[in-house]
Protein backbone atom coordinates (compact mmCIF):
# COMPACT_ATOMS: atom_id res chain seq x y z
CA UNK A 1 0.00 0.00 0.00
CA UNK A 2 1.82 3.69 -0.90
CA UNK A 3 1.87 6.47 1.13
CA UNK A 4 -0.85 8.20 -0.60
CA UNK A 5 -3.51 5.09 0.06
CA UNK A 6 -3.06 4.77 3.47
CA UNK A 7 -6.13 5.82 6.10
CA UNK A 8 -6.24 8.87 7.03
CA UNK A 9 -4.32 8.98 10.56
CA UNK A 10 -7.06 9.71 13.45
CA UNK A 11 -6.25 12.26 16.11
CA UNK A 12 -8.16 12.26 18.94
CA UNK A 13 -7.75 14.56 22.29
CA UNK A 14 -5.06 16.02 23.69
CA UNK A 15 -4.19 15.42 27.42
CA UNK A 16 -5.29 18.87 28.61
CA UNK A 17 -8.45 18.08 26.66
CA UNK A 18 -9.10 14.52 28.69
CA UNK A 19 -7.63 16.66 32.10
CA UNK A 20 -10.53 19.32 30.58
CA UNK A 21 -12.99 18.98 28.41
CA UNK A 22 -13.82 22.53 28.19
CA UNK A 23 -10.96 23.02 25.82
CA UNK A 24 -12.30 20.47 23.62
CA UNK A 25 -14.56 21.91 20.82
CA UNK A 26 -18.23 22.38 22.00
CA UNK A 27 -19.18 20.78 18.89
CA UNK A 28 -16.80 18.07 18.93
CA UNK A 29 -17.39 17.27 22.47
CA UNK A 30 -21.27 17.23 21.90
CA UNK A 31 -21.14 14.50 19.06
CA UNK A 32 -18.65 12.55 21.37
CA UNK A 33 -21.39 12.46 24.31
CA UNK A 34 -24.19 12.11 21.93
CA UNK A 35 -22.25 9.12 20.54
CA UNK A 36 -21.93 7.33 23.49
CA UNK A 37 -25.27 6.60 23.87
CA UNK A 38 -26.09 6.08 20.11
CA UNK A 39 -23.09 4.57 18.45
CA UNK A 40 -20.44 3.80 20.88
CA UNK A 41 -18.31 2.54 18.14
CA UNK A 42 -17.57 5.95 16.58
CA UNK A 43 -14.26 7.56 16.95
CA UNK A 44 -15.59 10.68 17.58
CA UNK A 45 -16.22 8.72 21.14
CA UNK A 46 -12.22 9.54 21.28
CA UNK A 47 -13.08 13.27 22.88
CA UNK A 48 -14.40 11.70 26.38
CA UNK A 49 -12.07 10.11 27.36
CA UNK A 50 -11.55 11.09 30.74
CA UNK A 51 -13.15 11.20 34.35
CA UNK A 52 -15.54 14.07 33.81
CA UNK A 53 -19.43 13.55 33.91
CA UNK A 54 -21.19 15.76 30.75
CA UNK A 55 -22.39 17.63 34.01
CA UNK A 56 -18.67 18.63 34.54
CA UNK A 57 -18.31 16.98 37.77
CA UNK A 58 -15.79 14.11 38.24
CA UNK A 59 -17.32 10.77 38.03
CA UNK A 60 -16.72 9.39 41.69
CA UNK A 61 -18.79 7.50 44.59
CA UNK A 62 -18.34 8.89 48.31
CA UNK A 63 -17.88 5.18 50.01
CA UNK A 64 -21.01 4.85 52.96
CA UNK A 65 -18.98 4.77 56.27
CA UNK A 66 -21.70 2.69 57.56
CA UNK A 67 -19.68 0.07 55.09
CA UNK A 68 -15.95 0.94 55.47
CA UNK A 69 -16.39 2.08 58.92
CA UNK A 70 -13.37 4.54 59.26
CA UNK A 71 -13.78 7.98 61.26
CA UNK A 72 -12.30 9.47 58.06
CA UNK A 73 -13.90 10.34 54.58
CA UNK A 74 -12.86 7.35 51.27
CA UNK A 75 -14.03 8.56 47.79
CA UNK A 76 -13.45 6.52 44.41
CA UNK A 77 -13.05 7.66 41.14
CA UNK A 78 -14.98 5.36 38.82
CA UNK A 79 -13.59 3.90 35.91
CA UNK A 80 -17.17 2.74 34.38
CA UNK A 81 -17.73 5.96 32.80
CA UNK A 82 -15.37 5.35 30.25
CA UNK A 83 -16.23 4.66 26.59
CA UNK A 84 -15.06 0.65 27.43
CA UNK A 85 -16.08 0.35 31.40
CA UNK A 86 -12.42 1.11 32.53
CA UNK A 87 -10.30 4.08 32.53
CA UNK A 88 -7.71 1.36 31.06
CA UNK A 89 -8.44 2.91 27.62
CA UNK A 90 -7.15 6.32 28.35
CA UNK A 91 -3.81 4.78 28.59
CA UNK A 92 -4.50 3.12 25.62
CA UNK A 93 -5.12 5.98 23.36
CA UNK A 94 -2.51 8.00 24.73
CA UNK A 95 0.47 5.24 23.52
CA UNK A 96 -0.82 5.11 20.51
CA UNK A 97 -1.34 8.92 19.62
CA UNK A 98 2.75 9.37 20.76
CA UNK A 99 3.24 6.47 18.86
CA UNK A 100 1.73 8.17 15.40
CA UNK A 101 3.43 11.88 16.20
CA UNK A 102 6.72 9.68 16.87
CA UNK A 103 6.25 7.81 13.36
CA UNK A 104 6.27 4.99 14.85
CA UNK A 105 2.38 3.51 13.91
CA UNK A 106 0.10 4.11 10.94
CA UNK A 107 -3.11 2.48 10.04
CA UNK A 108 -3.30 0.22 7.36
CA UNK A 109 0.69 -0.17 7.70
CA UNK A 110 0.76 -1.75 11.17
CA UNK A 111 -1.11 -3.63 14.04
CA UNK A 112 -1.24 -2.81 17.30
CA UNK A 113 -0.02 -5.54 19.63
CA UNK A 114 -1.63 -5.09 23.01
CA UNK A 115 -0.26 -7.54 25.72
CA UNK A 116 -2.70 -7.21 29.03
CA UNK A 117 -4.02 -9.08 31.99
CA UNK A 118 -7.53 -7.64 31.26
CA UNK A 119 -8.82 -3.86 31.19
CA UNK A 120 -5.67 -2.73 28.98
CA UNK A 121 -6.31 -4.87 26.19
CA UNK A 122 -9.96 -4.04 26.18
CA UNK A 123 -8.71 -0.50 25.59
CA UNK A 124 -6.27 -1.49 23.36
CA UNK A 125 -9.20 -3.49 21.26
CA UNK A 126 -11.42 -0.61 21.62
CA UNK A 127 -8.76 2.12 20.82
CA UNK A 128 -7.36 0.27 17.83
CA UNK A 129 -10.04 0.12 15.25
CA UNK A 130 -11.11 3.38 16.58
CA UNK A 131 -8.15 4.85 14.74
CA UNK A 132 -8.34 2.13 12.02
CA UNK A 133 -5.94 -0.43 13.06
CA UNK A 134 -5.87 -4.14 13.85
CA UNK A 135 -6.24 -4.49 17.31
CA UNK A 136 -4.42 -7.94 18.67
CA UNK A 137 -4.51 -8.56 22.86
CA UNK A 138 -2.29 -11.71 24.22
CA UNK A 139 -4.11 -12.32 27.73
CA UNK A 140 -3.47 -15.08 29.99
CA UNK A 141 -6.01 -17.86 29.42
CA UNK A 142 -8.21 -18.07 33.11
CA UNK A 143 -9.32 -14.60 32.91
CA UNK A 144 -12.95 -13.67 33.20
CA UNK A 145 -14.88 -14.73 30.37
CA UNK A 146 -16.41 -11.41 30.13
CA UNK A 147 -12.87 -9.37 29.02
CA UNK A 148 -13.04 -11.99 26.30
CA UNK A 149 -16.34 -11.04 24.83
CA UNK A 150 -15.50 -6.97 25.31
CA UNK A 151 -12.50 -7.54 23.19
CA UNK A 152 -14.56 -9.43 20.41
CA UNK A 153 -17.21 -6.56 20.90
CA UNK A 154 -14.51 -3.90 19.74
CA UNK A 155 -13.16 -5.26 16.91
CA UNK A 156 -10.40 -6.86 18.68
CA UNK A 157 -8.50 -10.25 18.62
CA UNK A 158 -7.27 -12.46 21.58
CA UNK A 159 -4.27 -14.79 21.42
CA UNK A 160 -4.77 -16.58 24.88
CA UNK A 161 -1.13 -17.34 27.39
CA UNK A 162 -0.98 -20.00 29.81
CA UNK A 163 -1.75 -18.94 32.94
CA UNK A 164 -4.03 -16.34 34.84
CA UNK A 165 -3.77 -12.70 36.31
CA UNK A 166 0.00 -12.90 37.24
CA UNK A 167 1.69 -15.13 34.58
CA UNK A 168 3.14 -11.87 32.89
CA UNK A 169 5.98 -13.85 31.90
CA UNK A 170 4.23 -15.93 29.44
CA UNK A 171 2.58 -12.51 28.10
CA UNK A 172 5.96 -11.38 27.25
CA UNK A 173 7.24 -14.45 25.63
CA UNK A 174 4.37 -14.39 23.22
CA UNK A 175 5.08 -10.65 22.67
CA UNK A 176 8.59 -11.29 21.95
CA UNK A 177 7.37 -13.71 18.90
CA UNK A 178 5.42 -11.02 17.61
CA UNK A 179 8.39 -8.27 17.21
CA UNK A 180 9.60 -10.80 14.87
CA UNK A 181 6.91 -9.58 12.82
CA UNK A 182 7.45 -6.14 10.88
CA UNK A 183 4.35 -4.88 10.83
CA UNK A 184 3.16 -5.46 14.37
CA UNK A 185 3.41 -2.63 16.61
CA UNK A 186 3.57 -3.38 20.36
CA UNK A 187 1.58 -1.17 22.27
CA UNK A 188 2.47 -2.00 26.15
CA UNK A 189 1.72 -0.57 29.61
CA UNK A 190 4.32 -1.51 31.51
CA UNK A 191 7.27 0.28 30.25
CA UNK A 192 5.40 3.00 27.80
CA UNK A 193 5.78 6.51 29.73
CA UNK A 194 2.47 7.35 28.10
CA UNK A 195 0.60 5.42 30.44
CA UNK A 196 2.30 7.81 33.66
CA UNK A 197 1.98 10.89 31.63
CA UNK A 198 -2.37 9.84 31.31
CA UNK A 199 -2.23 9.15 34.81
CA UNK A 200 0.08 11.80 36.25
CA UNK A 201 -2.14 14.35 33.79
CA UNK A 202 -5.81 13.17 33.49
CA UNK A 203 -6.29 11.02 36.83
CA UNK A 204 -4.28 13.02 39.35
CA UNK A 205 -5.63 16.31 38.01
CA UNK A 206 -9.08 14.46 38.85
CA UNK A 207 -8.77 13.26 41.99
CA UNK A 208 -7.27 17.20 43.06
CA UNK A 209 -10.26 18.41 41.41
CA UNK A 210 -12.38 16.18 43.25
CA UNK A 211 -10.22 16.83 46.87
CA UNK A 212 -10.94 20.28 46.31
CA UNK A 213 -14.88 19.99 45.36
CA UNK A 214 -15.05 17.64 48.05
CA UNK A 215 -13.98 19.49 50.94
CA UNK A 216 -15.82 22.62 49.80
CA UNK A 217 -18.77 20.61 50.79
CA UNK A 218 -17.73 19.79 54.38
CA UNK A 219 -16.07 16.16 53.09
CA UNK A 220 -12.30 15.93 53.93
CA UNK A 221 -11.60 19.35 54.95
CA UNK A 222 -7.86 18.52 54.97
CA UNK A 223 -7.73 17.74 51.23
CA UNK A 224 -6.68 14.66 49.95
CA UNK A 225 -5.03 12.72 52.71
CA UNK A 226 -3.84 9.74 50.52
CA UNK A 227 -4.23 8.45 47.41
CA UNK A 228 -4.54 4.35 46.86
CA UNK A 229 -3.97 2.72 44.21
CA UNK A 230 -3.25 -1.22 43.06
CA UNK A 231 -0.78 -1.77 41.06
CA UNK A 232 -0.84 -3.91 37.75
CA UNK A 233 0.85 -1.52 35.22
CA UNK A 234 1.39 0.85 38.00
CA UNK A 235 0.05 3.44 35.74
CA UNK A 236 -2.81 4.52 37.86
CA UNK A 237 -0.72 4.95 40.87
CA UNK A 238 0.81 7.78 39.09
CA UNK A 239 -1.75 10.08 39.54
CA UNK A 240 0.07 10.25 43.37
CA UNK A 241 2.59 12.35 42.08
CA UNK A 242 0.43 15.12 40.63
CA UNK A 243 -1.84 14.51 43.60
CA UNK A 244 1.28 15.88 46.08
CA UNK A 245 2.11 19.18 44.28
CA UNK A 246 -1.22 20.26 45.71
CA UNK A 247 -1.66 18.31 48.75
CA UNK A 248 2.22 17.65 49.62
CA UNK A 249 1.48 15.61 52.68
CA UNK A 250 -0.76 13.28 51.18
CA UNK A 251 0.55 9.83 51.10
CA UNK A 252 0.90 7.47 48.11
CA UNK A 253 0.06 4.43 48.84
CA UNK A 254 0.50 1.31 46.65
CA UNK A 255 -1.35 -2.47 46.94
CA UNK A 256 -0.70 -5.85 46.11
CA UNK A 257 -2.23 -9.28 46.66
CA UNK A 258 -1.35 -11.10 49.50
CA UNK A 259 -0.72 -14.24 47.31
CA UNK A 260 1.78 -12.47 44.97
CA UNK A 261 3.63 -10.30 47.44
CA UNK A 262 6.33 -8.97 45.10
CA UNK A 263 7.27 -5.53 46.29
CA UNK A 264 6.50 -6.75 50.03
CA UNK A 265 9.33 -9.58 50.00
CA UNK A 266 10.06 -10.40 46.61
CA UNK A 267 7.46 -12.81 46.61
CA UNK A 268 4.97 -15.03 44.24
CA UNK A 269 2.49 -16.68 43.41
CA UNK A 270 -0.87 -16.70 41.22
CA UNK A 271 -3.79 -14.78 42.40
CA UNK A 272 -7.59 -13.76 41.47
CA UNK A 273 -7.15 -10.20 41.99
CA UNK A 274 -7.72 -9.20 38.10
CA UNK A 275 -5.96 -6.25 37.10
CA UNK A 276 -3.18 -5.96 39.54
CA UNK A 277 -0.66 -8.03 41.15
CA UNK A 278 1.91 -8.81 37.78
CA UNK A 279 5.02 -10.62 39.79
CA UNK A 280 6.96 -8.19 38.54
CA UNK A 281 8.06 -4.63 39.11
CA UNK A 282 7.03 -2.05 36.02
CA UNK A 283 9.27 0.07 34.61
CA UNK A 284 7.19 3.21 34.80
CA UNK A 285 6.52 2.31 38.28
CA UNK A 286 8.18 5.57 40.73
CA UNK A 287 8.59 3.51 43.32
CA UNK A 288 11.17 6.30 44.74
CA UNK A 289 8.44 8.04 45.66
CA UNK A 290 5.81 5.11 46.82
CA UNK A 291 5.57 5.88 50.82
CA UNK A 292 3.37 2.49 51.70
CA UNK A 293 2.47 -0.77 50.53
CA UNK A 294 -0.19 -3.00 51.61
CA UNK A 295 -0.97 -6.47 50.82
CA UNK A 296 -4.83 -7.21 50.39
CA UNK A 297 -6.56 -11.03 50.12
CA UNK A 298 -7.73 -12.10 47.11
CA UNK A 299 -10.70 -13.73 48.96
CA UNK A 300 -11.52 -10.61 50.60
CA UNK A 301 -11.73 -9.12 48.11
CA UNK A 302 -14.24 -11.61 46.42
CA UNK A 303 -16.13 -11.92 48.98
CA UNK A 304 -16.51 -8.51 49.66
CA UNK A 305 -17.09 -7.87 45.86
CA UNK A 306 -20.49 -10.41 46.76
CA UNK A 307 -21.50 -8.59 49.88
CA UNK A 308 -21.64 -5.03 47.68
CA UNK A 309 -23.05 -6.47 44.92
CA UNK A 310 -25.90 -8.71 46.23
CA UNK A 311 -25.96 -7.96 50.26
CA UNK A 312 -28.12 -4.27 49.89
CA UNK A 313 -30.51 -5.70 51.94
CA UNK A 314 -27.97 -6.95 54.85
CA UNK A 315 -25.89 -3.77 54.21
CA UNK A 316 -29.41 -1.79 54.95
CA UNK A 317 -29.91 -3.70 58.42
CA UNK A 318 -27.52 -4.23 59.82
CA UNK A 319 -25.02 -0.92 59.39
CA UNK A 320 -28.35 1.76 59.09
CA UNK A 321 -27.57 2.38 55.54
CA UNK A 322 -30.15 4.21 53.85
CA UNK A 323 -31.45 1.20 51.50
CA UNK A 324 -31.57 2.89 48.22
CA UNK A 325 -27.91 4.09 48.92
CA UNK A 326 -27.04 0.40 49.74
CA UNK A 327 -28.87 -1.02 46.36
CA UNK A 328 -26.75 1.85 44.56
CA UNK A 329 -23.40 0.01 45.18
CA UNK A 330 -24.21 -2.80 43.08
CA UNK A 331 -22.54 -2.50 39.44
CA UNK A 332 -19.90 0.26 40.58
CA UNK A 333 -16.85 -2.33 41.60
CA UNK A 334 -15.26 -5.31 40.09
CA UNK A 335 -12.67 -6.93 42.07
CA UNK A 336 -9.72 -4.73 41.87
CA UNK A 337 -11.63 -1.80 43.21
CA UNK A 338 -13.19 -3.80 46.17
CA UNK A 339 -9.30 -4.32 46.84
CA UNK A 340 -8.67 -0.25 45.96
CA UNK A 341 -11.47 0.00 49.40
CA UNK A 342 -10.04 -2.57 51.53
CA UNK A 343 -6.86 -0.48 50.89
CA UNK A 344 -8.26 2.53 51.48
CA UNK A 345 -9.17 1.11 54.55
CA UNK A 346 -6.19 -0.26 55.94
CA UNK A 347 -4.20 3.36 55.03
CA UNK A 348 -6.99 4.75 56.86
CA UNK A 349 -6.33 2.66 59.98
CA UNK A 350 -2.48 2.49 59.68
CA UNK A 351 -2.11 6.13 59.19
CA UNK A 352 -4.79 7.22 62.09
CA UNK A 353 -6.64 9.05 59.79
CA UNK A 354 -9.56 10.75 61.14
CA UNK A 355 -12.74 13.03 60.20
CA UNK A 356 -11.19 15.88 58.29
CA UNK A 357 -9.30 13.35 56.17
CA UNK A 358 -9.80 12.28 53.17
CA UNK A 359 -8.66 8.68 51.14
CA UNK A 360 -9.05 8.91 47.59
CA UNK A 361 -8.45 5.98 45.27
CA UNK A 362 -10.02 4.31 42.16
CA UNK A 363 -12.82 1.65 41.05
CA UNK A 364 -11.38 0.83 37.97
CA UNK A 365 -14.20 -0.71 36.45
CA UNK A 366 -17.75 -1.71 37.39
CA UNK A 367 -19.16 -5.28 37.70
CA UNK A 368 -20.33 -5.72 34.21
CA UNK A 369 -16.82 -7.80 33.80
CA UNK A 370 -17.21 -10.41 36.87
CA UNK A 371 -20.37 -12.08 36.97
CA UNK A 372 -18.77 -15.54 36.04
CA UNK A 373 -16.00 -14.93 39.00
CA UNK A 374 -19.11 -14.61 41.49
CA UNK A 375 -20.65 -17.94 40.01
CA UNK A 376 -17.54 -19.27 40.39
CA UNK A 377 -17.31 -18.20 44.30
CA UNK A 378 -20.41 -19.35 44.59
CA UNK A 379 -19.76 -23.14 43.19
CA UNK A 380 -17.38 -23.23 45.31
CA UNK A 381 -18.59 -21.76 48.87
CA UNK A 382 -22.27 -21.79 48.18
CA UNK A 383 -24.80 -19.00 47.39
CA UNK A 384 -24.32 -16.17 50.11
CA UNK A 385 -26.49 -16.76 52.76
CA UNK A 386 -27.63 -13.87 55.59
CA UNK A 387 -24.33 -15.56 58.03
CA UNK A 388 -22.17 -15.41 55.15
CA UNK A 389 -23.03 -11.57 54.59
CA UNK A 390 -22.81 -10.59 57.80
CA UNK A 391 -19.21 -12.39 58.17
CA UNK A 392 -18.17 -10.35 54.89
CA UNK A 393 -19.14 -7.41 56.59
CA UNK A 394 -16.26 -7.74 58.72
CA UNK A 395 -14.18 -7.76 56.20
CA UNK A 396 -14.42 -4.26 55.60
CA UNK A 397 -15.68 -3.00 59.54
CA UNK A 398 -12.27 -5.42 61.25
CA UNK A 399 -10.00 -4.90 57.98
CA UNK A 400 -6.53 -6.07 59.51
CA UNK A 401 -3.69 -4.06 59.69
CA UNK A 402 -1.13 -6.73 58.93
CA UNK A 403 0.85 -6.80 55.72
CA UNK A 404 1.97 -3.17 55.45
CA UNK A 405 5.20 -2.43 54.73
CA UNK A 406 6.62 1.55 54.57
CA UNK A 407 8.31 3.09 52.08
CA UNK A 408 11.80 3.55 53.94
CA UNK A 409 14.72 4.90 51.63
CA UNK A 410 16.08 1.70 51.83
CA UNK A 411 13.05 -0.39 51.24
CA UNK A 412 12.63 2.44 48.21
CA UNK A 413 15.93 1.35 46.79
CA UNK A 414 15.21 -1.98 46.95
CA UNK A 415 11.86 -2.16 44.90
CA UNK A 416 13.41 0.45 42.25
CA UNK A 417 16.55 -2.84 42.10
CA UNK A 418 13.89 -5.52 41.94
CA UNK A 419 13.50 -4.04 38.09
CA UNK A 420 16.60 -5.70 36.98
CA UNK A 421 15.25 -8.96 36.79
CA UNK A 422 12.36 -8.10 34.39
CA UNK A 423 13.53 -5.06 32.31
CA UNK A 424 17.34 -5.84 32.32
CA UNK A 425 17.79 -9.41 32.23
CA UNK A 426 14.28 -10.14 30.55
CA UNK A 427 13.56 -7.59 28.30
CA UNK A 428 16.58 -5.32 26.95
CA UNK A 429 16.86 -2.57 28.84
CA UNK A 430 20.23 -1.17 29.98
CA UNK A 431 21.69 -0.78 33.31
CA UNK A 432 22.15 3.08 32.54
CA UNK A 433 18.50 3.11 31.76
CA UNK A 434 17.59 1.58 35.15
CA UNK A 435 20.25 4.20 36.78
CA UNK A 436 18.32 7.08 34.96
CA UNK A 437 15.06 6.17 36.75
CA UNK A 438 16.33 7.04 40.03
CA UNK A 439 16.72 10.76 39.74
CA UNK A 440 13.80 13.27 39.82
CA UNK A 441 14.74 14.74 37.17
CA UNK A 442 13.78 12.09 34.84
CA UNK A 443 10.16 11.94 36.23
CA UNK A 444 10.04 15.58 35.62
CA UNK A 445 10.99 15.00 32.61
CA UNK A 446 8.58 12.69 31.51
CA UNK A 447 5.93 14.89 32.66
CA UNK A 448 7.14 17.81 30.92
CA UNK A 449 6.56 15.74 27.31
CA UNK A 450 2.99 16.24 28.40
CA UNK A 451 3.23 20.00 26.84
CA UNK A 452 5.31 18.74 23.93
CA UNK A 453 2.86 16.14 23.24
CA UNK A 454 -0.41 18.07 23.24
CA UNK A 455 1.25 20.55 20.87
CA UNK A 456 2.35 18.05 18.13
CA UNK A 457 -1.52 16.63 18.55
CA UNK A 458 -2.69 20.39 17.94
CA UNK A 459 -0.04 21.11 14.81
CA UNK A 460 -1.46 17.52 13.21
CA UNK A 461 -4.88 17.25 14.02
CA UNK A 462 -7.52 18.30 11.50
CA UNK A 463 -10.36 20.63 12.55
CA UNK A 464 -13.94 19.46 13.54
CA UNK A 465 -15.16 15.79 14.32
CA UNK A 466 -13.10 12.80 13.26
CA UNK A 467 -14.38 10.74 10.29
CA UNK A 468 -12.62 7.57 9.99
CA UNK A 469 -15.50 4.77 9.88
CA UNK A 470 -15.48 2.32 12.91
CA UNK A 471 -14.44 -1.09 11.58
CA UNK A 472 -17.34 -4.12 12.31
CA UNK A 473 -17.14 -5.08 15.83
CA UNK A 474 -16.94 -9.40 16.10
Known amino acids: MGQNDAPALIYGPTYEEMRDPTRIDPAVRAAALEARKSAPLDPVCLFDLGWHEPDGTIAHVVVPQELHGQACQIAMLTGRRYPTGSHKVGPAYSIVVEKQIEGECRPGEHDLICPSTGNFGIGGAWVGPRMGYRSVVVMPE ?7 EKIASYGGECIKTPGSESNVKEIFDKVNELRGDPKNRIIEQFSEFANYRFHY ?3 GSAVCELGRWLASRGIGENGVSAFVSAMGSAGTIAAADRVKTQFPGAATVGLEPVQCPTLYDVGFGSHRIEGIGDKHVTWIHNV ?9 DELDCLRGLQLVQEGAEVLAAETGLDPDRAAGLAGIFGVSGICNLLGAIKTARWLGLGPRDLVVTVATDGFDRYPSVLQKLTREEGPQTREAALRRLDIFHRQRTDWVLEGSPAVQRRWHNQKYFTWVEQQGKSVEE ?3 LGSDEFWEAQRARVRVVDAAIRAIRPAGVPSAPSPAAG
Open 288 to 296: LAMDLLCCI
Open 434 to 436: LDA
Open 201 to 203: EVT
Open 142 to 148: DMSAERY
